[in-house]
């Protein structure tokens, strides 16, 4: 399924080389630890990035300062050639309104490791919330949209219920697919199985592929190496704040050519 229907073939669609994702010069401190280092990165459309790096090292940060979550110091994201977060004038980058942040982080879903469903809310209602509220949509669209996504991450049967009553791969599948109802450009997992019981870690790695397959755009922070080598168009290792080393699966991971990122790969296998 790509990131704007709920019904696409599930085949790998050929990916375009313009950049849906920029980052340049990317730097965020917090007090004396500078956690980012003039990072950038280019994410093309169609392409998934896998983002290693050892804990510490600034994979969170990064992505979140991809959708704002996070504001950078220095530097600047583009998404599909617009500035997030900030906007120029007199030459200068300037803060956009809470109001416009919200809109642009519309167009970019977020999975967090934490799942962070609405407790109150059923499932449909987790899923239905965004559009409608925040899109303005039409709450009978959204609700037959809705129920398409839930079906197609496996869990039709469960639109009534509540979080509390799911696993931690069901619940982090129904974030999956709250992500995917915003109709995204764009779609950011961190860590999304770091929260797993390990029986769990499966489901929702094989809805993350089917995704990839279908074509959406995806930033993947994980720890998950055999994923990264099956999903990853490119593979990034972040070091201490800076990139030290990207380029396709096989290379980077069967062939480190930074003795960091050959270290990292050893203790990890």
Same mark, same amino acid.
């Given at each position: 399924m790509s990131a704007t229907a709920a019904d696409a073939p599930a085949q790998r669609v050929v990916p375009s080389a313009t950049p849906v994702v920029q980052v340049r010069g990317a730097s965020k401190s917090f007090g004396a630890h500078q956690v980012l280092h003039e990072v950038d990165l280019d994410v093309a459309r169609g392409t998934v990035t896998v983002v290693l790096g050892p804990s510490g090292s600034g994979k969170s940060t990064l992505l979140r300062a991809v959708n704002h979550l996070e504001k950078l110091d220095a530097g600047y994201v583009r998404v #599909?050639? +617009? %500035? $997030? /977060?900030?906007?120029? !004038?007199?030459?200068?980058?300037?803060?956009?309104?809470?109001?416009?942040i919200l809109r642009q982080r519309a167009r970019i879903g977020f999975v967090f490791q934490g799942f962070n469903l609405f407790p109150h809310l059923s499932v449909l209602g987790n899923v239905v919330e965004a559009p409608v509220a925040a899109l303005g949509r039409d709450k009978a669209e959204v609700h037959a949209e809705?129920?398409?996504?839930?079906?197609?991450?496996?869990?039709?049967?469960?639109?009534?219920?509540?979080?509390?009553?799911?696993?931690?791969?069901?619940?982090?599948?129904?974030?999956?697919?709250?992500?995917?109802?915003?109709?995204?450009?764009?779609?950011?997992?961190?860590?999304?199985?770091?929260?797993? #019981?390990? +029986? %769990? $870690? /499966?489901?929702?790695? !094989?809805?993350?592929?089917?995704?990839?397959?279908?074509?959406?755009?995806?930033?993947?922070?994980?720890?998950?190496?055999?994923?990264?080598?099956?999903?990853?168009?490119?593979?990034?290792?972040?070091?201490?704040?800076?990139?030290?080393?990207?380029?396709?699966?096989?290379?980077?991971?069967?062939?480190?050519?930074?003795?960091?990122?050959?270290?990292?790969?050893?203790?990890?296998?």
């Open positions: #599909d050639g +617009e %500035l $997030v /977060g900030v906007r120029v !004038a007199h030459g200068r980058l300037h803060e956009l309104s809470e109001r416009a809705a129920r398409a996504l839930l079906a197609r991450v496996g869990l039709a049967d469960k639109a009534d219920a509540y979080p509390r009553q799911l696993s931690g791969g069901q619940q982090q599948r129904v974030a999956i697919a709250r992500a995917l109802a915003l109709r995204p450009q764009l779609i950011l997992f961190d860590e999304p199985t770091s929260a797993l #019981d390990p +029986e %769990l $870690v /499966g489901e929702v790695l !094989a809805v993350i592929k089917d995704l990839a397959a279908a074509g959406a755009t995806m930033i993947i922070v994980t720890h998950e190496i055999g994923f990264a080598r099956e999903v990853a168009d490119t593979v990034v290792f972040l070091d201490a704040g800076r990139v030290v080393e990207q380029g396709p699966p096989d290379e980077v991971l069967d062939h480190p050519q930074h003795p960091r990122t050959a270290a990292f790969l050893s203790r990890v296998r």
